[in-house]
């Protein structure tokens, strides 16, 4: 319970909404938009469900649902057994983020497409809902290796050959590509209407790419070319006005972005789904019947400028799609209470990314309006009025069978609003399909093992698909044809990458008189067991909270666990234990206020019946905020289950806690402090974010500062980080009676359009911060971005790169300070690397000291008796903020800033 894991990222629904109304031939979009009444206005916000906020006009039946006969093909919310529903976003297994998915019909997946050479494409264009029309600023790639630096490739280790999930686009890239902005008169905002438009002139345009505003193509055009065409619906004569805006050569951002749009493109020709940004073969899709889930196969791919040549990267990647609809949860929630159902179906439902599989559109859930049903009516933007139900047949030809289901209401983004769209999307839970996993469905081990079999890809079995994919790329005739009008081709093998394997590490026990080598596989549980700590604890008076029926259990455990204390160097006294009659927060929260009241001890420990959030929550503001007091929260169910082992890791957390420190490794002999910071977003506010930032204090990197501050999503992190380092940097010199001569910082938390801002702002200011705590003398600071999620996968002899492996040559950014380290082992699936990129550099230090000392951090996270994949400032910054932001949610008490109390 006290390792509760990491945050998860929040589902994104993806996709491109720009529908349109055959029917009316005026612009209408998926599940038919409404629009907040102006100021003004006599429209006047509906009741009830729309009381918190202005809501879209309409006719509501008055009716709740049951209250009226059914049609007889469709009794009301039929009761039926389904798999339950807490509301997760979309789960999307082997990548970086979630997205939704689902079919498109083909007249929904051509307004999706970009015209090229005449033709269909994808819409998509890599760049996400317009691409490169209008608002999207694409951000400039920044040099940030330093001029010092003589080269980045280090030289220690032993030197192997890998490969990696790359393949060489051989492109003739001396041609030049043109950029038109395509204009039309009489205005024409439909973008399947305009591409439609110009596809009349293919011949006299030639090979292009077009979508819908910006038209690219490797012919030169006239300046300023003016055509005519004739809208079929209305017969009117259209002018296309085509103006040269400028053009791309090698190197430019626009011109690799071009090379995306192209292979997306060939991505649609072999008949893949586009789900949100990437593809997946639904054709392929596994079913889960146990648990109604279907697994979609699909593929990430991205092409980029690296060393010496553009690489194409693909990843196989995997998206769970739950066969759920909303009106199966609501069945549910009925069938739990037919008083509250209410309420329960607003919490499973209010949150959750839905699919709706009639136009391939995912939509985030934002409110429940039980005032409305599938027949109230809304506006068309021509002014005529139609009911849900009429406009799902007529436009897309869906019946309806439940009169009285309520309403989902999805309220887009500023940005999507922005960009011209509505602002409140209705939809009907009938046809929307739930996606992604449940907590519950989570915490089910024997599904999350059903979707292991297919989603943990072996290295061998990983090539083999991206072969598979290879060759399906190079022998379709169509693509053939499209990368031949381009001059491109993708090579028929994997990259093959120099690379370094690092010598095993020696791990220090003892205050450093005892060592032990890492081994082979990174993992040194055996060691624990008869080796004294690095440095050890005394802990005599501690307090121990638990439920009366466990007191038996919970005796026997403390015996165990001061028995296996005992070896590793650390005394245990045996605690006081308290009974209470129940396990509420309430509880829990008054016994600990009674304790502190009348005593003082020195670590807190609380044995709980399951990991209920509301409780744990509860411990921890009151030990962490109100009372602060290292605390330890112990699920029930784990006194009995292989007691020994998991009594040792709870004797190391313990002693952790209280500052003592279970092993070191070895280090340069330097002042050196080093920092991790991470963000992780408040549930409840999703407006607010919580920043920690974590220090070493010591030389060993044993002990360390720590420091969290809330901000708003937008504002600035500069001043707050730099502000906690000057902190840090008072407790180190309070600790050691100096300053460290080297700092070395892993930020992590930074998106790809984020790079910019950090090295311009956060950067400098920890520079000015540093300059006037140090004043003339020099501090030598490194400042690293750590990227957890990538999609480059490395393959040593068709298996996983032993850990300690860096990748510095060949799949890196020629333009930065760049690596990859292979830190953990990994028994299942193909091993993650972690990518590093240095923006700023003055130690001085040569590429493979920074790396050297980068690996031996993975060795430091003292939850885990093994690597991990990020340092371990990075995780211990991580547990912190994610325990803030999820649990605590107020700045947690200076007293225990010192240890490591968040572990």
């Given at each position: ?238 002018q296309i006005t085509i103006r040269l805006v400028g053009d791309m050569v090698k190197g430019d951002q626009h011109y690799l972005q071009f090379f995306n749009i192209i292979m997306r493109k060939c991505l649609g020709l072999l008949k893949l789904q586009l789900v949100g940004r990437d593809y997946f073969d639904a054709r392929s899709k596994v079913e889960i019947r146990d648990f109604r889930l279907e697994l979609w196969p699909g593929y990430a791919t991205s092409i980029r400028q690296h060393e010496d040549q553009i690489l194409l990267c693909a990843e196989i990647t995997h998206k ?536 031996k951090l993975t060795h430091m996270y003292y939850n885990w008796s093994g690597t991990v994949r990020v340092p371990a400032p990075c995780q211990y910054a991580h547990k912190l903020a994610f325990l803030v932001s999820q649990f605590i949610r107020r700045p947690p008490s200076s007293q225990l800033q010192d240890l490591l109390y968040y572990l």
């Amino acid at each position: 319970m006290s390792d509760r894991g990491r945050g998860k990222p929040m589902g994104r629904g993806r996709s491109d909404r720009r529908q349109y109304s055959q029917a009316t031939g005026s612009q209408q979009v998926p599940g038919p938009y409404q629009q907040d009444p102006l100021p003004g206005s006599s429209q006047q916000p509906s009741a009830s469900a729309w009381g918190r906020r202005p809501g879209p006009p309409s006719q509501s039946s008055g009716q709740t649902p049951y209250s009226r006969t059914q049609p007889a093909q469709s009794k009301a919310y039929p009761a039926l057994k389904r798999v339950k529903s807490t509301g997760r976003a979309v789960e999307r297994l082997g990548s970086r983020s979630d997205r939704g998915a689902g079919y498109a019909s083909e007249s929904e997946r051509e307004k999706m497409e970009v015209d090229s050479a005449g033709g269909s494409g994808d819409g998509a264009l890599a760049l996400g809902r317009g691409a490169l029309r209008g608002r999207r600023v694409i951000p400039p790639e920044i040099h940030t290796r330093p001029s010092h630096l003589v080269t980045k490739k280090g030289t220690t280790g032993q030197p192997v050959n890998l490969q990696a999930n790359y393949f060489k686009l051989l492109a003739t890239t001396d041609w030049c590509l043109y950029q038109y902005r395509v204009d039309f008169a009489p205005e024409e905002d439909r973008t399947i209407v305009r591409k439609g438009l110009l596809r009349l002139h293919k011949e006299s345009v030639g090979a292009y790419v077009f979508d819908g505003t910006v038209l690219y193509t490797s012919r030169r055009l006239p300046d300023k070319m003016e055509l005519w065409s004739v809208r079929q619906s209305d017969e009117q004569k259209i002018q296309i006005t085509i103006r040269l805006v400028g053009d791309m050569v090698k190197g430019d951002q626009h011109y690799l972005q071009f090379f995306n749009i192209i292979m997306r493109k060939c991505l649609g020709l072999l008949k893949l789904q586009l789900v949100g940004r990437d593809y997946f073969d639904a054709r392929s899709k596994v079913e889960i019947r146990d648990f109604r889930l279907e697994l979609w196969p699909g593929y990430a791919t991205s092409i980029r400028q690296h060393e010496d040549q553009i690489l194409l990267c693909a990843e196989i990647t995997h998206k769970v799609m739950r066969q759920q609809t909303l009106l199966d949860i609501l069945n549910d929630c009925y069938q739990e209470s037919t008083r509250d159902y209410k309420k329960i179906f607003q919490e499973r439902t209010i949150g959750l990314v839905v699919l709706t599989d009639y136009n391939n559109n995912t939509y985030r859930i934002t409110d429940i309006d039980f005032d409305t049903n599938p027949s109230s009516t809304f506006q068309l933007r021509n002014g005529e009025s139609v009911s849900y139900k009429d406009y799902y047949k007529n436009k897309y030809q869906i019946r309806i069978r439940n009169d009285s289901q309520p309403m989902l209401v999805s309220r887009l983004k500023p940005r999507e609003r922005r960009a011209g769209q509505t602002e409140i999307v209705y939809l009907v839970p009938e046809l929307c399909r739930a996606t992604g996993l449940t907590d519950s469905m989570r915490s089910d081990f024997h599904l999350m093992r059903a979707l292991g079999e297919h989603t943990r890809v072996a290295p061998k079995s990983r090539i083999d698909k991206l072969m598979v994919f290879n060759r399906r790329v190079r022998s379709e005739s169509a693509i053939v044809q499209e990368l031949g009008n381009w001059n491109l081709k993708l090579d028929d093998r994997l990259v093959d990458i120099p690379s370094r394997i690092l010598q095993q590490e020696a791990i220090l026990f003892a205050g450093g008189t005892r060592k032990a080598s890492a081994g082979q596989f990174a993992d040194w549980t055996r060691e624990l067991q008869n080796k004294h700590m690095y440095n050890t604890i005394q802990l005599n008076n501690w307090v121990v909270i638990c439920v009366n029926r466990m007191r038996r259990e919970v005796e026997r455990f403390i015996q165990i666990l001061q028995e296996v204390a005992q070896p590793m160097g650390c005394r245990f006294a045996t605690p006081r234990i308290w009974d209470i009659q129940d396990d509420r927060s309430n509880t829990y929260s008054d016994i600990l206020e009674r304790i502190m009241s009348s005593s003082n001890p020195e670590l807190i420990y609380c044995v709980v019946s399951n990991n209920r959030a509301d409780r744990y929550s509860a411990i921890k503001k009151k030990c962490v905020v109100d009372r602060p007091v290292p605390s330890q929260v112990f699920l029930a169910k784990n006194l009995s289950k292989n007691a020994k082992s998991v009594a040792t890791k709870v004797a190391i957390q313990l002693a952790c806690k209280l500052g003592g420190a279970p092993w070191s490794v070895e280090l340069p002999p330097i002042k050196l402090m080093v920092v991790g910071f991470d963000v992780c977003h408040d549930p409840n506010d999703k407006s607010r974010d919580y920043g920690a930032m974590v220090a070493s204090l010591d030389d060993p990197l044993t002990r360390y500062f720590s420091a969290v501050s809330a901000h708003t999503s937008g504002e600035e992190l500069s001043n707050e980080f730099s502000v906690n380092l000057s902190k840090a940097l008072h407790s180190y010199r309070n600790t050691n009676k100096c300053l460290p001569s080297h700092i070395v910082i892993y930020r992590d938390g930074v998106g790809e359009g984020q790079v910019a801002h950090v090295y311009e702002h956060e950067v400098e200011q920890i520079k000015s911060k540093l300059k006037s705590i140090y004043g003339e003398t020099q501090v030598k600071m490194a400042f690293v971005i750590v990227t957890k999620r990538i999609n480059t996968r490395f393959f040593y002899n068709s298996n996983n790169p032993p850990p300690g492996t860096i990748v510095d040559d060949v799949v890196t950014n020629p333009l930065r300070y760049d690596f990859f380290i292979v830190s953990q082992s990994v028994r299942q699936g193909t091993v993650s690397p972690c990518a590093y990129n240095v923006i700023a550099d003055s130690t001085g230090w040569r590429a493979d000291q920074l790396q050297r000392i980068t690996y031996k951090l993975t060795h430091m996270y003292y939850n885990w008796s093994g690597t991990v994949r990020v340092p371990a400032p990075c995780q211990y910054a991580h547990k912190l903020a994610f325990l803030v932001s999820q649990f605590i949610r107020r700045p947690p008490s200076s007293q225990l800033q010192d240890l490591l109390y968040y572990l």
